[in-house]
């Protein structure tokens, strides 16, 4: 599998983004889709997760209501559109894929960024004050 994310780019607050993540290699619908991001000096970080089909989505607190994922199994992509962007949203993102159990949903294990199985090579996001 080959996760190739693009979309980022330098934005004023307040401005949109939307970043994409193609997935090629085995069955995209296998897997539970989700992006995190990393600011220099700080940890991974979940940011929203979806679902084999789409009909479920997670995310973060500080993203609710502002950023919303979601996906598209016939282009075998994942999307994550962006608004209302702050300076603290700032970061390298990432998207991941994750081959999850039921479990794994239930108990919201899907915040941890050990347990993806693959993961794309990140995009730039820059959010100016």
């Known amino acids: 599998v080959q996760l190739q994310a693009s979309g980022g780019g330098l934005v004023q607050a307040g401005g949109s983004l939307r970043l994409s993540c193609a997935h090629s290699g085995r069955t995209f619908t296998n897997y539970i889709m989700s992006w995190f991001r990393q600011a220099p000096g700080k940890e991974r970080e979940f940011v929203a997760a979806v679902s084999r089909t789409g009909s479920s989505t997670y995310y973060h607190d500080s993203v609710k209501g502002r950023f919303t994922i979601s996906r598209d199994n016939a282009k075998n992509t994942t999307y994550l559109q962006m608004n209302s962007l702050r300076p603290e949203d700032t970061a390298l993102y990432y998207c991941?894929?994750?081959?999850?159990?039921?479990?794994?949903?239930?108990?919201?294990?899907?915040?941890?960024?050990?347990?993806?199985?693959?993961w794309g090579q990140g995009t730039q996001v820059t959010v100016s004050s």
């Open positions: 991941a894929a994750g081959l999850f159990t039921m479990a794994t949903m239930r108990e919201a294990r899907y915040v941890l960024p050990d347990i993806y199985n693959y």
